[in-house]
T-cell receptor
Framework: AQTVTQSQPEMSVQEAETVTLSCTYD???????LFWYKQPPSRQMILVIR??????QNATENRFSVNFQKAAKSFSLKISDSQLGDTAMYFC?????????FGAGTRLTVKP | DSGVTQTPKHLITATGQRVTLRCSPR?????VYWYQQSLDQGLQFLIQ???????AKGNILERFSAQQFPDLHSELNLSSLELGDSALYFC?????????????FGEGSWLTVV
Protein backbone atom coordinates (compact mmCIF):
# COMPACT_ATOMS: atom_id res chain seq x y z
CA ALA A 1 0.00 0.00 0.00
CA GLN A 2 1.12 3.51 -0.71
CA THR A 3 2.08 5.69 2.23
CA VAL A 4 2.52 9.43 2.35
CA THR A 5 4.62 11.15 5.01
CA GLN A 6 4.60 14.80 5.95
CA SER A 7 7.28 15.24 8.59
CA GLN A 8 6.49 18.86 9.52
CA PRO A 9 3.34 19.04 11.68
CA GLU A 10 3.52 22.84 11.88
CA MET A 11 5.35 25.63 10.13
CA SER A 12 5.22 29.38 10.08
CA VAL A 13 6.42 32.03 7.66
CA GLN A 14 6.43 35.80 7.51
CA GLU A 15 4.15 37.43 5.01
CA ALA A 16 5.82 37.93 1.61
CA GLU A 17 8.50 35.34 2.29
CA THR A 18 8.93 31.86 0.86
CA VAL A 19 8.23 28.57 2.60
CA THR A 20 8.70 24.94 1.57
CA LEU A 21 6.58 22.08 2.84
CA SER A 22 7.98 18.56 2.64
CA CYS A 23 6.36 15.34 1.54
CA THR A 24 7.72 11.88 0.89
CA TYR A 25 5.89 8.82 -0.31
CA ASP A 26 6.47 5.16 -0.73
CA UNK A 27 5.37 3.19 -3.76
CA UNK A 28 6.62 0.51 -6.08
CA UNK A 29 4.58 1.92 -8.95
CA UNK A 30 6.02 3.93 -11.80
CA UNK A 31 2.95 5.80 -12.98
CA UNK A 32 1.02 7.83 -10.44
CA UNK A 33 -0.04 11.34 -9.52
CA LEU A 34 0.82 13.61 -6.66
CA PHE A 35 -1.21 16.46 -5.25
CA TRP A 36 -1.18 19.21 -2.69
CA TYR A 37 -4.50 20.17 -1.16
CA LYS A 38 -5.11 23.17 1.07
CA GLN A 39 -7.62 23.17 3.91
CA PRO A 40 -8.27 26.67 5.31
CA PRO A 41 -10.17 27.23 8.57
CA SER A 42 -13.42 26.79 6.65
CA ARG A 43 -12.36 23.11 6.32
CA GLN A 44 -13.01 23.08 2.58
CA MET A 45 -10.49 20.92 0.69
CA ILE A 46 -9.00 22.92 -2.17
CA LEU A 47 -6.70 21.55 -4.84
CA VAL A 48 -3.49 23.57 -4.97
CA ILE A 49 -1.33 21.77 -7.48
CA ARG A 50 -0.97 18.45 -9.29
CA UNK A 51 2.03 16.56 -10.68
CA UNK A 52 2.11 13.61 -13.03
CA UNK A 53 4.92 11.20 -12.19
CA UNK A 54 5.83 10.68 -15.83
CA UNK A 55 6.54 14.38 -16.29
CA UNK A 56 9.99 15.56 -15.34
CA GLN A 57 9.03 19.22 -15.36
CA ASN A 58 7.91 20.51 -12.00
CA ALA A 59 4.35 21.81 -11.86
CA THR A 60 3.72 25.49 -11.16
CA GLU A 61 0.54 27.36 -10.33
CA ASN A 62 1.12 31.07 -9.78
CA ARG A 63 2.90 31.39 -6.41
CA PHE A 64 2.86 27.63 -5.82
CA SER A 65 5.43 25.28 -7.26
CA VAL A 66 6.69 21.80 -6.51
CA ASN A 67 10.06 20.11 -6.40
CA PHE A 68 9.39 16.58 -7.59
CA GLN A 69 12.25 14.14 -7.10
CA LYS A 70 10.99 10.80 -8.39
CA ALA A 71 14.01 8.71 -7.47
CA ALA A 72 13.98 10.09 -3.95
CA LYS A 73 10.16 9.82 -3.77
CA SER A 74 9.97 13.39 -2.63
CA PHE A 75 7.35 16.00 -3.50
CA SER A 76 7.77 19.34 -1.75
CA LEU A 77 5.58 22.41 -2.12
CA LYS A 78 7.08 25.89 -2.34
CA ILE A 79 4.91 28.89 -1.62
CA SER A 80 6.41 32.18 -2.76
CA ASP A 81 5.38 35.64 -1.60
CA SER A 82 3.30 34.11 1.21
CA GLN A 83 -0.01 35.78 1.92
CA LEU A 84 -2.16 35.77 5.03
CA GLY A 85 -4.76 33.80 3.10
CA ASP A 86 -2.28 30.96 2.69
CA THR A 87 -2.75 30.11 6.36
CA ALA A 88 -4.18 26.59 6.27
CA MET A 89 -3.51 22.90 6.65
CA TYR A 90 -1.71 21.50 3.64
CA PHE A 91 -2.10 17.86 2.69
CA CYS A 92 0.12 15.96 0.32
CA UNK A 93 -1.62 13.13 -1.55
CA UNK A 94 -0.68 10.19 -3.74
CA UNK A 95 -3.02 8.76 -6.31
CA UNK A 96 -3.01 5.80 -8.63
CA UNK A 97 -6.03 4.33 -10.36
CA UNK A 98 -8.31 6.79 -8.59
CA UNK A 99 -7.12 5.53 -5.19
CA UNK A 100 -5.95 8.61 -3.31
CA UNK A 101 -4.17 8.56 0.05
CA PHE A 102 -3.21 11.56 2.13
CA GLY A 103 -0.40 12.52 4.46
CA ALA A 104 -1.10 13.73 7.99
CA GLY A 105 -0.86 17.37 6.98
CA THR A 106 1.26 20.41 7.79
CA ARG A 107 -0.33 23.38 9.52
CA LEU A 108 1.06 26.55 7.97
CA THR A 109 0.67 29.93 9.63
CA VAL A 110 1.52 33.09 7.73
CA LYS A 111 2.43 35.88 10.11
CA PRO A 112 1.90 39.56 9.31
CA ASP B 1 -17.85 25.31 -5.85
CA SER B 2 -16.46 21.85 -6.58
CA GLY B 3 -19.75 20.46 -7.86
CA VAL B 4 -19.89 17.79 -5.17
CA THR B 5 -22.92 18.21 -2.92
CA GLN B 6 -23.19 16.81 0.57
CA THR B 7 -26.16 16.83 2.92
CA PRO B 8 -26.71 17.54 5.70
CA LYS B 9 -24.01 20.12 6.39
CA HIS B 10 -24.40 19.76 10.13
CA LEU B 11 -25.90 17.01 12.23
CA ILE B 12 -26.14 16.49 15.98
CA THR B 13 -27.30 13.16 17.29
CA ALA B 14 -27.10 11.01 20.39
CA THR B 15 -24.94 8.01 21.09
CA GLY B 16 -26.41 4.75 19.86
CA GLN B 17 -28.30 6.40 17.03
CA ARG B 18 -27.98 5.90 13.29
CA VAL B 19 -27.48 8.59 10.64
CA THR B 20 -27.21 8.70 6.89
CA LEU B 21 -24.99 11.14 5.02
CA ARG B 22 -25.71 11.80 1.39
CA CYS B 23 -23.45 12.77 -1.48
CA SER B 24 -24.11 13.79 -5.05
CA PRO B 25 -20.95 13.64 -7.16
CA ARG B 26 -20.00 16.06 -9.89
CA UNK B 27 -21.95 15.57 -13.07
CA UNK B 28 -20.45 12.67 -15.01
CA UNK B 29 -18.15 11.45 -12.23
CA UNK B 30 -18.36 7.72 -11.66
CA UNK B 31 -16.15 7.42 -8.59
CA VAL B 32 -17.21 8.45 -5.11
CA TYR B 33 -14.99 8.47 -2.05
CA TRP B 34 -15.73 8.89 1.62
CA TYR B 35 -13.20 10.30 4.07
CA GLN B 36 -13.39 10.95 7.80
CA GLN B 37 -11.56 13.82 9.44
CA SER B 38 -11.62 14.05 13.22
CA LEU B 39 -10.70 17.29 14.98
CA ASP B 40 -7.15 18.34 14.09
CA GLN B 41 -6.56 15.06 12.34
CA GLY B 42 -5.73 14.07 8.82
CA LEU B 43 -8.05 12.49 6.32
CA GLN B 44 -8.87 8.86 6.88
CA PHE B 45 -9.99 7.03 3.77
CA LEU B 46 -13.13 5.04 4.40
CA ILE B 47 -14.37 3.62 1.14
CA GLN B 48 -14.55 4.15 -2.62
CA UNK B 49 -17.25 3.25 -5.11
CA UNK B 50 -16.99 3.20 -8.85
CA UNK B 51 -20.15 3.09 -10.94
CA UNK B 52 -22.09 1.36 -8.19
CA UNK B 53 -19.46 -1.16 -7.21
CA UNK B 54 -17.18 -1.05 -4.19
CA UNK B 55 -13.66 -0.35 -5.48
CA ALA B 56 -11.53 0.07 -2.37
CA LYS B 57 -12.01 -0.10 1.35
CA GLY B 58 -9.98 1.70 3.97
CA ASN B 59 -10.32 1.93 7.73
CA ILE B 60 -14.08 1.75 7.77
CA LEU B 61 -15.69 0.39 10.90
CA GLU B 62 -18.17 -2.46 10.71
CA ARG B 63 -20.78 -0.09 12.16
CA PHE B 64 -20.42 2.00 9.01
CA SER B 65 -21.62 1.09 5.57
CA ALA B 66 -21.99 2.81 2.24
CA GLN B 67 -23.48 2.33 -1.15
CA GLN B 68 -23.63 4.02 -4.52
CA PHE B 69 -26.95 4.05 -6.33
CA PRO B 70 -27.68 3.76 -10.07
CA ASP B 71 -27.96 7.54 -10.33
CA LEU B 72 -24.41 7.62 -8.87
CA HIS B 73 -25.27 9.39 -5.65
CA SER B 74 -23.88 7.76 -2.55
CA GLU B 75 -24.89 7.36 1.06
CA LEU B 76 -22.77 6.67 4.10
CA ASN B 77 -24.64 5.01 6.95
CA LEU B 78 -23.26 5.32 10.46
CA SER B 79 -24.90 3.21 13.16
CA SER B 80 -24.55 2.62 16.90
CA LEU B 81 -22.86 5.98 17.06
CA GLU B 82 -20.19 6.67 19.64
CA LEU B 83 -18.73 9.95 20.86
CA GLY B 84 -15.56 9.19 18.91
CA ASP B 85 -17.48 9.17 15.65
CA SER B 86 -17.83 12.94 15.87
CA ALA B 87 -15.99 14.20 12.83
CA LEU B 88 -16.18 15.93 9.49
CA TYR B 89 -17.14 13.45 6.80
CA PHE B 90 -16.09 14.31 3.30
CA CYS B 91 -17.39 12.95 0.07
CA UNK B 92 -15.29 13.37 -3.05
CA UNK B 93 -15.69 12.35 -6.64
CA UNK B 94 -13.62 11.84 -9.74
CA UNK B 95 -14.14 10.85 -13.34
CA UNK B 96 -12.47 7.83 -14.81
CA UNK B 97 -9.54 9.22 -16.70
CA UNK B 98 -9.87 12.62 -15.08
CA UNK B 99 -6.74 14.74 -15.40
CA UNK B 100 -4.24 13.38 -12.96
CA UNK B 101 -6.89 11.28 -11.23
CA UNK B 102 -7.92 14.47 -9.50
CA UNK B 103 -10.66 14.14 -6.92
CA UNK B 104 -12.92 16.98 -5.95
CA PHE B 105 -14.28 17.37 -2.47
CA GLY B 106 -17.63 18.42 -1.17
CA GLU B 107 -17.87 20.82 1.74
CA GLY B 108 -18.31 17.99 4.21
CA SER B 109 -20.92 16.93 6.73
CA TRP B 110 -20.21 17.84 10.32
CA LEU B 111 -21.37 15.10 12.65
CA THR B 112 -21.52 15.70 16.38
CA VAL B 113 -22.42 12.80 18.63
CA VAL B 114 -23.52 13.80 22.14
Amino acid sequence: AQTVTQSQPEMSVQEAETVTLSCTYDTSENNYYLFWYKQPPSRQMILVIRQEAYKQQNATENRFSVNFQKAAKSFSLKISDSQLGDTAMYFCAFSRNNDMRFGAGTRLTVKP
Amino acid sequence: DSGVTQTPKHLITATGQRVTLRCSPRSGDLSVYWYQQSLDQGLQFLIQYYNGEERAKGNILERFSAQQFPDLHSELNLSSLELGDSALYFCASSAAGSPGNTIYFGEGSWLTVV
